[in-house]
């Protein structure tokens, strides 16, 4: 039987900000909830689980489902 790679699953994020302190090894919130999610995140991308991967607002489909709605 032939062992296929498997390949991470793509998160998508439309915060640039978001995906940088993801990534960065630098933590320097003082709230432990908080920082046990950074340190759980992290150690999924590292071990190769999850990808992070920039999407534009605008191509953003699933936006419009975190928003409030619009009166109208």
Same mark, same amino acid.
């Given at each position: 039987?032939?062992?296929?790679?498997?390949?991470?699953?793509?998160?998508?994020?439309?915060?640039?900000?978001? #995906? *940088?302190?993801?990534?960065?090894?630098?933590? %320097?919130?003082?709230?432990?909830? /908080?920082?046990?999610?950074?340190?759980?995140?992290?150690?999924l991308i590292s071990y190769g689980? #999850? *990808?992070?991967?920039?999407?534009?607002?605008? %191509?953003?489909?699933?936006?419009? /489902?975190?928003k409030g709605l619009m009166r109208?």
């Amino acid at each position: 039987m032939l062992n296929k790679p498997i390949l991470p699953i793509p998160m998508h994020c439309d915060s640039q900000f978001a #995906i *940088s302190k993801v990534t960065s090894k630098i933590f %320097n919130e003082k709230r432990r909830h /908080l920082r046990v999610r950074h340190k759980s995140i992290r150690n999924l991308i590292s071990y190769g689980v #999850i *990808s992070l991967d920039f999407v534009r607002p605008e %191509n953003n489909i699933a936006d419009s /489902l975190t928003k409030g709605l619009m009166r109208q």
